[in-house]
């Protein structure tokens, strides 16, 4: 059950001139939350801005003794409470309400688990990542950013066991260029026998591309979608998704209650 | 201890605390995390006969103190809702206030007799208001003939409490309050949203995909409680007011405006557990004032005779 709590900031890590991580205490949301949940957060009480704003779970944090002490928020700064939370310092309170929507579906046990990422949509990979490490199957992440210094977090999930593929707008580190770039030869190179489940998280067309790409080979994409939300919690209606079930008309799904996660082959991407 | 309970027209209320149309889901949204039946009451997303899908996204947009919305009204029709909510909602002890919208005045009187037959609902609140949609809606409350028409097509059908709800996208909401009450409202109901829009001067195009959206939040409050006092001069049967409501000090002002009732929308999005700071601030209150009824507060505005400061000689 999504609990709701005024949670101290234990710190602020800068990771470049837009990306920062928030880590919170709050370990009633975090030992519930799931891969590929989120939480609606807001800083201050006052009205402006006034509505909260949905967060990935980022990472699970753990004391000393690895009981769950909290969880962390990957944020990229694009707007005023985006900024807010770039600048947000130690010993501050963020309200916190989650974990709300719903989790990845793990892959099966011999399935390889394909991971894409576009820019700050590595924020939920981490906790999916963690929940695969036990798995035999290969676990890969495709990953991209402008530049080298956007790309973050990389040696944990190498720690992880994970199989890193970097693109980056400019060259400057990995492939350059899109990221659909090395997920199309890694389709092609891909022995159709072998079963790989795609999640993909980051910029709508990056995840309609992705889909369509994957589609193209036989192989479903679970995305995760990042629609403007007003309450998390399926009283407002603002978050829909159109969702389109075969054989049967596009209905507008609610995002926060439905999703996040969505079978990318049923989204109406032209509504969207 | 002191006593929050009010009545409107036939239904008793154990607190004046209805969470609003549209800002609530169908109540089983939120089942887990409030327990409805502490709710004065919950007044359900606004149904039309038939299922809709509403507006493509984008809906909602924040503005200062506020936020634009254009959802236009997406819904699961009245008989889903009889047949799949309004059970869990009786079960949970909720006080459901089912919100209509209709097309036509026969519309609203179909959905009427609907609600009329179904076991388990408290009062029917007539959505003549919402701005967000081209056939229905504020076409009927903004006009006195269609606000009277639609209210006496449902009178007709139903003994059930009924609420027209007012739209604030008038010059003067008193006198389609005067009209509700003539054509058999038994409460009103104000203020829905504020017709309203949002630019994008990047891209210089409207920020709702519906272009038009309704503003709420406490942006709206002062307005929203100037037309209370309003409709509470004009007017007999009771007021449900609404607009902005953040603090208990927000439902009192509302209250002593004329509001027997108040409805909180936006704020349950902010603070979805809301309800409980709002009871304790109105027990606050009564105690800090010595008053045991909350009902002694409904229209208790102090409008003194102003005796002018400096009279001129001349
Ligand atoms: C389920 C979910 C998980 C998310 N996880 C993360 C995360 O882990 N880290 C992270 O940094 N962000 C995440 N987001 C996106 C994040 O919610 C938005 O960046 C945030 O709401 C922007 O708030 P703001 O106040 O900074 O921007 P505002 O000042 O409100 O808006 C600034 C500009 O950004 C646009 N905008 C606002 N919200 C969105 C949105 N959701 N998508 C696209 N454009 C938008 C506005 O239209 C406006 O032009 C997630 C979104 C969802 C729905
Ligand atoms: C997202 C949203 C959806 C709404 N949907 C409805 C609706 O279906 N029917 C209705 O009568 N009012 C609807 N309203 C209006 C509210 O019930 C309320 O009248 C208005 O928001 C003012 O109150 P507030 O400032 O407390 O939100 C909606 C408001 C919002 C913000
Ligand atoms: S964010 Fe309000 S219904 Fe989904």
Redesign the interface.
């Known amino acids: 059950m999504p609990v709701d709590v005024d949670a101290v900031v234990i710190s602020n890590t800068k990771l470049s001139d837009f990306y920062n991580v928030v880590a919170v205490a709050a370990p009633d949301v975090a030992r519930q939350a799931r891969p590929g949940q989120f939480v609606m957060v807001k800083p201050d009480k006052d009205y402006d801005p006034l509505l909260r704003r949905p967060f990935s779970v980022f990472e699970i944090l753990r004391d000393p003794a690895g009981r769950v002490s909290g969880f962390s928020l990957l944020n990229k700064r694009i707007g005023v409470t985006t900024r807010r939370l770039y600048d947000i310092t130690p010993g501050e309170r963020l309200q916190c309400l989650g974990p709300l929507g719903q989790a990845f579906e793990s892959p099966a046990a011999d399935q390889q688990a394909w991971m894409v990422a576009g820019g700050v949509g590595l924020a939920p990979f981490l906790t999916l990542a963690e929940s695969l490490v036990e798995r035999l199957a290969a676990t890969r992440l495709f990953y991209g950013g402008r530049s080298a210094d956007d790309l973050f977090y990389l040696e944990t999930f190498e720690a992880l066991g994970v199989r890193l593929e970097l693109t980056t707008d400019d060259g400057s580190r990995g492939h350059p260029g899109l990221v659909t770039g090395p997920l199309h030869r890694a389709l092609d190179e891909t022995d159709k026998g072998i079963s790989v489940r795609l999640y993909a998280c980051g910029p709508t067309p990056m995840m309609q591309a992705v889909t369509e790409l994957a589609a193209t080979h036989g192989r479903s994409t679970d995305v995760s979608l990042e629609q403007v939300m007003g309450c998390g919690l399926g009283g407002c209606y603002s978050c829909v998704v159109p969702v389109a079930e075969p054989g049967q008309p596009t209905r507008f799904v609610r995002s926060c209650l439905q999703g996040p996660v969505f079978d990318g082959g049923r989204i109406d991407w032209d509504q969207l | 201890m002191s006593d929050l309970s009010v009545t409107i027209g036939s239904l008793r209320l154990s607190n004046p605390l209805i969470a609003a149309s549209?800002?609530?889901?169908y109540g089983v949204?939120?089942a887990?995390?409030v327990a409805l039946d502490t709710l004065g009451g919950v007044a359900v997303?606004g149904l039309f006969l038939e299922e809709r899908?509403?507006h493509?996204?984008?809906?909602?947009?924040?503005t200062?103190?506020?936020?634009l919305?254009a959802?236009g009204l997406?819904g699961i029709g009245a008989r889903r809702f009889v047949s799949e909510k309004l059970p869990e909602l009786k079960r949970r002890g909720a006080v459901v206030v089912v919100n209509i919208c209709g097309s036509t005045v026969d519309e609203y009187a179909e959905i009427a007799r609907i609600l009329d037959d179904a076991d388990g609902i408290g009062a029917i609140e007539l959505n003549i208001s919402c701005p967000n949609i081209s056939k229905g809606g504020m076409m009927f409350g903004c006009s006195l003939e269609g606000t009277h028409d639609v209210i006496s097509a449902v009178r007709r059908v139903t003994a059930l409490p009924v609420m027209p709800k007012l739209t604030p996208n008038v010059t003067d909401v008193a006198s389609f309050a005067v009209a509700a009450e003539e054509a058999g409202a038994d409460a009103v109901s104000l203020v829905n949203t504020f017709l309203a829009m949002a630019i994008d001067v990047e891209t210089r195009r409207p920020r709702l995909s519906n272009v038009l959206g309704g503003l709420s939040?406490?942006a709206i409050r002062p307005i929203a409680v100037r037309m209370v006092h309003e409709c509470h001069q004009a007017i007999k049967i009771p007021i449900v007011g609404m607009g902005g409501i953040?603090t208990a000090e927000d439902v009192l002002e509302f209250m002593i405006a004329g509001a027997t009732a108040v409805q909180v929308g936006?704020a349950?999005?902010?603070?979805?557990?809301i309800w409980d700071k709002l009871f304790d601030g109105l027990r606050a209150y009564l105690d800090r004032h010595g008053i045991s009824s909350l009902v002694d507060l409904v229209g208790s505005l102090e409008l003194e005779e102003r005796t002018p400061a400096c009279k001129s000689s001349s």
């Open positions: 549209g800002c609530f889901g949204e939120y887990d995390l997303k899908e509403g493509p996204p984008q809906r909602i947009v924040e200062p103190s506020g936020m919305n959802i997406q939040g406490p953040m936006t349950n999005f902010v603070d979805p557990l």
